[in-house]
């Protein structure tokens, strides 16, 4: 079954080793059993990521204090959403919600969970705001976990990125069920990349930073391509290959970004990889026991492939939307891996589009990219209305549709000064956005 979202799973038959010894063979295998499991290929989930502001001011243009973030946050960590609240390094809030059976219960559930978040924000004179990079403001790390302090001296190489990203920037992150075989894990792995940069332009919503534009319409997706691509991007895998093996050789090759300690610091040795810790111990980091389960876990939390395998796919290549413009990704990739048939037709589509980098700097201004956009939009939407249970989401594409899509712009077009006045793409007929 998918665990909670945005939590790792598995079958620990190799659980004996995580105070124990771990060997590279059952670090492989544990990857490819573990983040490559079978489960219910309709279940859904999301992590909504979003930007903190004060009342009155949607554009994001004057700064929180830190203690009021965690005032904020630690008022908001007691209401009755369904799911988990976390507090992200810059202060985004991160709503993870539970794993549903269906699109609309996911749209529903989220939706009641938002609406709590939102009013209670406002009682405490503070907004919650849709945007894949904060405009106006500098990133600041208000958080002092040992994780971030660590993650926050890896990237300094890439700087102003790994600041950007950990600090500035928020997502949807789209969680589905791997499939329920392997031939169905391999189909959407290979699907979920082939659809990536077209979806990632068509749900732009970054293109401004430090109170002007970046010249990128995904400024989010452009920091994550300009860090280290050891850990990012696109694990390498070809579409006969099983993902599971692939990935888990790329995993492990990776280099550690940080190894937990009781007390002290989390740096890890330069370049070390996770291999070389599992075939050296002690020699290479002798402060500590030789690696375990637990911290073969905590280094793949901190690898950030496009699509990230843990037990179900997470989807990390969207912006956070404006309103509740999220459901509509939601309702797109849902749509579009549930038939194989349709998934054929959309990879056909996206057969050849651009790359990454090209999605994220020119997104809907490219016009194969804008064409396959509109493709990708309207194949979906006719896929929802297939089904009266998700005829209104397919309305809400369509809509989504004639604001942007359709005239070849995504939110990233809008200024920010414009934000208080976009439509904010509630597909419920209760309550409001």
């Known amino acids: 079954m998918m665990a909670s979202t945005g939590i790792l799973r598995g079958d620990n038959s190799i659980a004996d080793q995580q105070e124990g010894l771990l060997t590279v063979a059952a670090a492989e295998e544990w990857i490819q059993r573990t983040c490559f499991s079978t489960g219910p290929a309709g279940r859904i989930g999301l992590e909504l990521e979003l930007l903190m502001g004060r009342v009155g001011d949607p554009s994001l243009q004057r700064p929180f204090a830190d203690d009021n973030y965690r005032r904020l946050f630690s008022e908001l960590r007691h209401l009755d959403v369904h799911g988990s609240l976390t507090l992200e390094p810059g202060g985004q809030l991160e709503l993870s919600s539970h794993p549903e059976a269906s699109l609309q219960d996911l749209i529903f559930s989220v939706h009641g969970s938002l609406k709590l978040l939102r009013e209670q924000a406002a009682d405490l004179d503070a907004i919650l705001v849709g945007a894949g990079v904060s405009p106006h403001l500098e990133p600041r790390r208000i958080t002092q976990a040992p994780r971030y302090a660590a993650m926050e001296q890896y990237f300094?190489?890439?700087a102003p990125a790994g600041q950007t990203m950990m600090c500035s920037t928020a997502s949807v992150q789209i969680n589905v069920e791997a499939g329920a075989d392997d031939v169905e894990i391999r189909h959407r792995w290979n699907l979920l990349y082939s659809i990536g940069p077209v979806l990632a332009a068509t749900f732009a919503n970054s293109g401004w930073i430090g109170g002007r534009r970046s010249g990128w319409k995904s400024?989010?997706?452009?920091?994550?391509?300009?860090?280290?691509?050891?850990?990012t991007g696109v694990p390498p895998f070809s579409a006969a290959q099983d993902p599971g093996v692939s990935y888990s050789r790329w995993a492990l090759d990776a280099p550690l970004m940080m190894i937990?300690?009781?007390?002290?610091?989390w740096q890890a040795p330069a370049g070390l990889t996770f291999r070389d810790w599992?075939?050296?111990?002690?020699?290479?980091?002798?402060d500590r026991p030789p690696a375990n389960l637990e911290d073969l876990k905590q280094h793949l939390s901190t690898l950030f492939p496009h699509v990230r395998p843990k037990g179900y796919f997470e989807i990390r290549y969207i912006d956070a939307q404006p309103g509740c413009w999220w459901a509509v990704p939601a309702a797109v990739v849902s749509a579009l891996i549930a038939n194989p048939a349709v998934s054929d037709q959309a990879r056909g589509i996206c057969a050849g589009s651009p790359d990454w980098e090209v999605s994220a700097r020119l997104g809907l201004e490219d016009p194969g990219i804008a064409s396959r956009a509109v493709q990708l939009m309207s194949l979906a939407a006719d896929e929802l209305l297939n089904d009266p249970a998700t005829a209104n989401l397919a309305r809400q594409v369509e809509e989504y549709a004639e604001t942007w899509t359709l005239r070849s712009l995504a939110p990233a077009d809008d200024q920010p000064s414009a934000w208080a006045t976009r439509k904010q793409g509630c597909a419920l007929d209760t309550g409001s956005c």
């Open 156 to 158: 300094e190489p890439w």
């Open 219 to 231: 400024t989010r997706l452009a920091a994550w391509l300009a860090l280290d691509p050891a850990r």
């Open 260 to 265: 937990r300690r009781d007390a002290g610091e």
């Open 278 to 286: 599992l075939r050296l111990g002690t020699a290479v980091v002798p």
